[in-house]
């Protein structure tokens, strides 16, 4: 249909779908007549009243510029999540370059911890027999028989960190007489070269505090610094 032959027809008499698609092929309507534009009137978004159709096309792009606005917003505040949680894996790095044998080093990864990502509640359960290392609230060894083992299973087959609810039995495991106390956990595989190390434990009071959704990429490479400082000192 051409714009000339349109101009002949009463919209009236012309279905929704027709007077749409003659917009669309004619998109400069409106410039040629923009005295029916001014006419149109739309119902306004929050109230009864009515708006013009370039009143209401101003409103519609004030709401996406809002949209917009707040999803920047999010990016620019789980950029600056992302660069504090990289400040702090620097911090935990650069302690553990410093640390003067393995029970150096596990102290070093207790007071990041605590210090550094306020993880008061943490254990770090090692596998086998550690000499070296004095038994205390934040280090329990435990022999590769032990039958508490068999619930980290799972975890030490996926490698990865888990977030959430854990089994009573994890919780007593690792956080003995406190484990009533903890309402979420993150586990942490630990892992050398000939099998599973041991599994770090980070756990809250609250519930939500750790929970199956949450990004667990830096708690990974938290893993493997820790792996390293256990394994190449045992010498130490």
């Known amino acids: 249909m051409t714009t000339r032959e349109a101009r002949g027809i009463d919209a009236s008499e012309m279905d929704e779908e027709s007077i749409a698609t003659f917009l669309q092929h004619n998109p400069d309507f409106f410039e040629r007549h923009q ?27 004030r709401e996406k510029h809002s949209a917009l606005e707040h999803k920047l917003a999010e990016l620019v505040a789980v950029a600056r999540a992302n660069d504090t949680i990289a400040e702090k894996l620097h911090r935990f790095t650069r302690r553990l370059l410093q640390a003067q044998g393995r029970a150096d080093a596990v102290g070093r990864i207790e007071a990041s911890l605590r210090e550094d990502f306020d993880a008061f509640h943490s254990v770090l359960l090692l596998i086998g027999e550690y000499p070296d290392l004095v038994p205390q609230r934040f280090v329990r060894c435990v022999s590769g028989d032990n039958p508490g083992l068999k619930s980290f299973e799972s975890l030490f087959t996926a490698g990865k960190p888990r977030c959430g609810q854990a089994r009573d039995s994890q919780r007593e495991l690792l956080f003995g007489p406190d484990s ?46 820790i792996g390293d400082a256990l394994t190449m000192r045992r010498g130490g």
Do not use: N, Y
């Not at 005295?35 to 209401?56: D, K, N, Q, Y």
């Not at 070269?193 to 505090?209: F, K, N, Q, W, Y």
């Open 35 to 61: 005295a029916v534009l001014l006419r149109l009137r739309l119902p306004h978004a929050r109230g009864t009243s009515t708006i013009s159709l370039v009143e209401r096309q101003i409103e519609v792009m």
């Open 180 to 225: 009533a106390q903890i309402g979420s956990m993150a586990l942490v595989p630990l892992a050398a070269r000939s099998g599973p190390l041991g599994v770090l434990a980070l756990g809250s009071p609250d519930r939500d505090r750790f929970h199956p959704g949450m990004s667990t990429e830096f708690l990974g490479r938290m893993a493997d610094l």
